[in-house]
């Protein structure tokens, strides 16, 4: 079993950046850790992808609404993965999770194991 722990999120004013990372543990493997990515949930709202990465980071994906200000990217030998968020904006407002599997579906469609997130707040 894979453990995901996030960590990074705090408050910030709009304009500004934050970099979240997400630690795994337990059972890393570059097969268990093939795909990763991040999604937010808004207050309200259903948990919704933002990003995902593949194991040798060739293969990027992004959300619409993050896509130039969002940047994914992992650090294998550590387990890490990184969101780098600029230009942030209040609606970027929820709490993040880390989601990793064995392959880019499994982890996209909600599927992979996850972390317990971390908040971010956005003030305007």
């Known amino acids: 079993q894979v453990h995901l722990v996030e960590s990074g999120g705090g408050l910030v004013q709009a304009g500004g950046s934050l970099r979240l990372s997400c630690a795994a543990s337990g059972r890393t493997s570059s097969t268990s850790l093939y795909a990763m990515g991040w999604f937010r949930q808004a207050p309200g709202k259903e948990r919704e992808f933002v990003a995902i990465?593949?194991?040798?980071?060739?293969?990027?994906s992004y959300a619409d609404s993050v896509k130039g200000r969002f940047t994914i990217s992992r650090d294998n030998a550590k387990n890490l993965v990184y969101l780098q968020m600029n230009s942030l904006k209040p609606e970027d407002t929820a709490v993040y999770y880390c989601?990793?599997?064995?392959?880019?579906?499994?982890?996209?469609?909600?599927?992979?194991?996850w972390g317990q997130g971390t908040r971010v707040t956005v003030s305007s």
């Open positions: 990465i593949n194991w040798t980071g060739s293969i990027t």
């Open positions: 989601s990793a599997g064995s392959d880019l579906a499994l982890v996209s469609t909600r599927r992979g194991s």
